[in-house]
């Protein structure tokens, strides 16, 4: 199965301009923008999240919170600031992150006076002996207290996670996607054995997976990086890769098997039920912000945002229609009563979250602005619809022209059964588009012809070639294996049958998924 040809251009008017066929990273930008979910700061490269865009980050959070501690980790926080000692212990882990550390060098500011302008500088003074580096990870900083937490096997397991801020420099900013300093949660684990780290690693692996797939209605590509696509310093690195509607790739997540690499850096040793000194192995994983810029990628279309209802920060918005001043008072109580009880109702074990929007604006301005914002389910409730006991109800996964009129008391029962209609909707249509724009691949010719199309989507293969060899063609073609993914991941119809490496011939490579990527 080949990749879908492009969705036709509609003529009709959208909210959001260009669309996605048009310019699709001017299109993304813009959908944040209408649905008010962030901007740009007046730092470099950070950003504002604003309260809809923070409260899908908070659900987010509370959400994946509650399946780590279920696992049996603990949160704790770490220094903002690493000395950068800490990073030259870990030779492969600092380098890999050089080019993109901030680093602090003076501890204070002195406030000097231009002697032309006669305006006030502050020049920074107190140069610090040893520098610090903003943490762009924290396995160094974290290794050294683990190193004085861990004396004996019965330490361990140390399962401890992370909520925080990061920061690497990047140069090319994308809100949510890629930013200098972006939110995250970061796990880190020490182990007595091998076989339990890695256990571990692959739990977590799992756990991305299916929150991807349950909460945020993404289908992911769980596997393995190849060895040049390790996170620096691991020995293994599992990821779940999400294709976007312009069929790039992204790395939602990423779980990963350190060894003993970091402990002998770190000297997180212990005594083993042998009486020996040994070294633990540990491991780190985490997700970001970026699961927001995925979701509205994968999901929104060109009249904006489109919310899995899991982490939509309301699940309905109720909008009173009072073309009358008389009837406004009986049309509010009518909302407010249905809100109350929804409210008393739940969805995936949590309240059904609503909102009545009584703001003075027109019923249409209101309407455009809940369908940008992404809202799973609006109802609009008129002076006809308290007499008639109706309600206007409309799906962000349908046409914003779609709606039905139902019985009230027929949407009471059937509220949370709708909303996970919508989340079931949303999956199934991302999946059906991820499987139709990966193909199978069994020659050279075909690979390379393959990445010449605009949005070409990716490509599976039989991989059996060389790190170098596998650099140059990713090089050259500006794209990389984006995992080796676990084979009950890629419908069969999506794997080559001829089972040899497309490039060398050779039997018994792995199977490999490739594609362009953010």
């Known amino acids: 199965m080949g990749p879908i040809p492009p969705v036709a251009m509609s003529t009709e008017k959208t909210a959001i301009t260009p669309t996605r066929t048009q310019d699709f990273p001017n299109w993304y930008q813009q959908v944040v923008k209408a649905a008010d979910l962030a901007e740009n700061s007046e730092t470099r490269g950070c950003m504002v999240?604003?309260?809809?865009?923070?409260?899908?980050?908070?659900?987010?959070q509370q959400q994946l919170d509650r399946r780590f501690k279920a696992t049996g980790h603990q949160n704790a926080y770490f220094p903002l600031l690493i000395p950068l000692a800490y990073l030259e212990k870990e030779a492969e882990h600092a380098e890999g992150f050089a080019t993109e550390c901030a680093v602090v060098t003076h501890h204070r500011l002195e406030a000097v006076k231009d002697p032309v302008t006669g305006k006030t500088k502050m020049i920074p003074s107190g140069k610090l002996e040893e520098p610090y580096v903003i943490r762009p990870t924290s396995e160094t900083i974290i290794g050294a207290a683990f190193a004085r937490w861990v004396q004996s096997y019965r330490d361990l397991p140390l399962l401890i996670n992370q909520w925080a801020?990061?920061?690497?420099w990047e140069m090319r900013p994308r809100l949510f996607l890629r930013t200098a300093e972006f939110l995250w949660q970061e796990g880190h684990t020490a182990h007595e054995t091998q076989a339990e780290a890695l256990e571990e690693t692959r739990m977590i692996h799992r756990l991305y997976e299916e929150f991807l797939r349950d909460h945020l209605a993404i289908p992911v590509i769980p596997g393995e990086k190849t060895e040049n696509e390790r996170f620096p310093g691991a020995d293994m690195t599992l990821t779940v890769e999400a294709m976007v509607q312009d069929k790039k790739a992204i790395q939602a997540g990423t779980s990963h098997y350190l060894g003993q690499n970091f402990s002998k850096a770190q000297d997180i040793s212990f005594t083993g039920r042998d009486g020996n000194i040994v070294h633990a192995h540990t491991t780190s994983w985490g997700v970001s912000t970026r699961l927001i810029g995925t979701l509205i990628m994968a999901h929104s279309d060109d009249d904006g945002l489109v919310l899995p209802p899991r982490?939509?920060?309301q699940h309905i918005v109720i909008l009173p229609v009072t073309p009358k001043e008389d009837s406004r008072e009986a049309v509010l109580a009518s909302c407010k009563a249905l809100a109350d009880t929804?409210?008393?109702?739940t969805f995936y074990g949590e309240p059904i979250r609503v909102h009545v929007d009584t703001r003075d604006l027109g019923g249409g301005v209101k309407k455009w602005e809940w369908i940008k914002k992404g809202v799973p389910i609006r109802i609009e409730i008129g002076p006809r619809d308290v007499e008639t006991r109706k309600l206007c109800v409309q799906r962000r996964d349908q046409p914003t022209t779609a709606k039905e009129?139902?019985?009230?008391?027929?949407?009471?029962?059937?509220?949370?059964?709708?909303?996970?209609e919508i989340h079931h909707s949303l999956l199934e249509k991302s999946r059906a588009f991820r499987d139709a724009n990966i193909a199978p691949c069994s020659d050279a010719a075909s690979f390379e012809a393959h990445w010449t199309q605009e949005n070409p989507g990716w490509l599976s293969t039989y991989w059996a070639g060389t790190p170098e060899q596998e650099e140059e063609i990713s090089k050259r073609l500006k794209i990389a294996i984006r995992c080796l993914p676990l084979e009950r991941a890629v419908p069969a119809d999506l794997i080559p049958t001829n089972r040899n490496c497309f490039l060398t011939g050779q039997p018994g490579g792995r199977l490999a998924v490739w594609g362009r990527s953010y």
Do not use: C
């Not at 929804?342 to 109702?345: H, P, Y």
């Not at 139902?406 to 996970?420: C, P």
């Open 49 to 60: 999240i604003k309260p809809w865009g923070y409260g899908i980050w908070e659900l987010i």
């Open 311 to 313: 982490v939509a920060p």
């Open 342 to 345: 929804l409210r008393n109702q």
């Open 165 to 168: 801020n990061v920061m690497r």
């Open 405 to 420: 009129f139902a019985d009230k008391e027929d949407f009471l029962r059937r509220a949370g059964e709708i909303l996970d």
